[in-house]
């Protein structure tokens, strides 16, 4: 299949962008779409034009690594599916595909493609742990017994990858769903209930610091997350809030 | 030289006991003096930093990720072993120490299994409590599953995301740290030389990914944890950042590398799509808990639907071959098993390169739902992939690159012939012999990062004093010089092919002559093409743009360029390696029946190799490997 491109192009964080077109000729249906971008970077190489910059590595949605807004959308068109898992069988031979960098005050542009996501680490360094230290008597693990319920759901928020596409997605640039994720995760389980209270205060109080908007329940984060976070976690970490601050 | 790879003495159940007592310590005040160079954020790394961090030791961790939390660990997806014979199936430490010596076909240090063997069940309690959210029966308890090569279950799990719920957990531990000023992270930082002064470990040269300055840090010991080296195939399931890199610079600095050809071919991959093809996907083991490796009995079925194969036109030949394991053989009995069918051609799929993994006996056994509650994400991944429904039909598969055993030589502190240079987790070559089995990758990165480096560098440390050398010194500034120097010949060599192109003609050689099935002649051949390649590399590759600020070819350039150097020590350990075994299967070396055939009278040592320089034959170490415990045997899945 043919495709025209239409890519956001910058050089650095301070430098003017635009968007530049290119075409992707001979793309299988089979591929990728960062195989597809491979494909049009190694022409950009022939033909000495510096290639696109992107930021991938498992290309399998896992690593949390990629991710650019694809036609509007981060991710792209696929439901709960990150960049590099998206295929070209999702588009249609002659398809024009806009491709832009993550866009919210938080994440400022490297080059091109790439933003500068520490926000996010800052947001866990403030309290997005158990303070367990590594010990060999820490506690044999069976001795807390956890109805499987809520190891469920602790998992349910725990499976955040940390891509950004909730902030992408927001148009408050909120960083809510990935910030309540780890708080809900934490908070339900034993061994991080003790220290919910000022994880989720701390926690709040990095994300606001550090850019990000707040939550004004546009549930655009939850349409946009490849891993199908529910909002259901900002409610359970509003909660957490209010409970923490009546303490 | 017969290395020495400084094992405790005496009975096996109380090595690692008695070598804790033995040990030298820093005092608590006396730690925030020394500072620890980690590079590298997986399992090993993360854990590793943040445990030192605890300690009191000053720490700088590195990562050429955006983020701590991103490294390849990240995506393993099945399991994490441990000894806790929680279901009263006959589990013991033990057991889990003969299953990887066994597994491992005999090739590793029985000292340092032991000890893994032994802290694998701290592992579980150490990320439980750090809120790692593994599955769980209703009772509440740890669920459990079984992996390959093991006849009881082991391995505890967090659906299909494992590796990713346990690196969250050291990330955590990590951001932990920084938080306490104990660790300052480095990311997108990747290093490019390793600092000698005189024949000791005293820092890193590394440049910033961001904005391409050549940095240098010292330390008074440089930890490694930087995975391993299997993307010199480039087809592979690692990451696309995974590199030797790290571990070359090591080697260039004098460092020996162990059993490079010691490499695991994962049998359960998403077959490939066609020349477009970028990286491999694994899926999970535990598939094999409920799928059933087949393909039809007569090469003219191959073509047809799978449901107009009859039950008896299908041969099962996992099951056939191997009746008490079955499904479950190991990797690279399962792998090689899967090539032979093809060979036979009898494969499915495109090119007829693939098997099938069927879950239709499980699904009608337990129903679908059970089957999606255990393995939904990768039936999704599978579909997302190949648009095909797992459910529906059977999944095709085939073998992919996916993990080096062989790695840096380190002793059992974990530190390389370098002193001050310690090696972790899949970067080194210690416990997993010639073949790793599934969900022990987790627990050696773990285990190395929580449990052994945080006493084994205390020993070290203990005797030298701190911060003698620092980024003053003329080893620092001649370090950068190198590092720019080649930087700056990527840029000026103004060729006409892209790093990636020649990264794919690399792998193609590797694949073919140094894969599944070598020969004297394969591998001969690949030791002639791969420097030829390498010259045209350094003649026309074209790097474009400018080494100030980002640049991804600069990144590749470097890493495609140390595979070069690798390849050849990693196909000339394959030539002179006279035996199969494990990972490493040599056409000369088979019974009648095509298993491997071991030759313990020869080949029983870690082959640890020192690089001469270009165009130089390497030097071959031998460290003899003694089984005082288990017996050496014929190792058989039958």
Redesign the interface.
Known sequence: MDLTLYVWRQEGPDAKGKLEQYEAKDVSPDSSFLEMMDIVNEDLITSGIDPIELDNDCREGICGTCGCVINGIPHGPQKETTTCQLHMRQFQDGDSITIEPWRAKAFPVIKDLVVDRSALDNIIQSGGYTSAYTGELIGEANNTLIPKPIAEYSMDAAACIGCGACVAACPNGSAMLFTSAKVAQLAVLPQGAVEAAERVEEMTEAMLNAGFGNCSNHYECEAACPQGISVKFIAKANREYIKAQAK | MILDGKCPTGPIENSWDKYRFEMKLVNPSNKRNYKILMVGTGLAGG?GA??LG?LGYKVEAFCY????????S??AQGGINAA?N?HNDGDSVYRLFYDTIKGGDFRAREADVWRLSQ?SN?I???????????????????ANRSFGGAQVSRTFY??G?T???LL?GA???L??Q??AGTVK?H?RTEMLDLVVVDGVAKGITVRNL?TGAIESHWGDAVVLATGGYVNVYYLSTN???CSVTAAWKACEKGAYMANPCYTQIHPTCIPQ??D????L??MSESLRNDGRCWVPKKAEDCEKPVTEIAEDDRDYYLERKYPSFGNLAPRDIASRAAKEQCDDGRGVGPGKRGVYLDFQASIDRVGQPIIQERYGNLF??YE??T?ENGYKQPMRIYPAPHYAMGGLWVDYNCMSNIPGLFVLGEANFSVHGANRLGASALMQGLSDG??VI?YTIGSYLAGIKPGVITEEHAAFKQSREEVESRIDKFINIKG???V??FHRALGKIMWEDVGMARSKESLTSALQAIPKLRDEFWQDV?V??SKV?????IEDAGRVADFFEFAQVFAADALHREESCGGHFRIEHQTDDGEATRDDENFCYAAAWEYKGVGKAPELHKEPLKFENIKLAVRSYK
């Open positions: 854990a943040a445990t605890e990720q955006d983020s701590a939390r991103r490294a390849h990240i995506a806790k929680y802290v701290n579980i309690d150490q990320c439980v409590a750090q809120g790692v959210p593994f599955a769980r029966e209703y009772s509440g308890l740890l967090a659906r995301q590796g990713q719920q969250l990330y955590q531990a951001s932990r920084v938080k992270l990311p961001t990451a696309m950042g799509h066609g477009q093809q970028s990286k996907t694994l999704e991944m997302k992939i648009d929580y449990f945080p006409s092919r892209s990636a192109s074209k474009t743009g600020g980002r640049n991804g070819q």
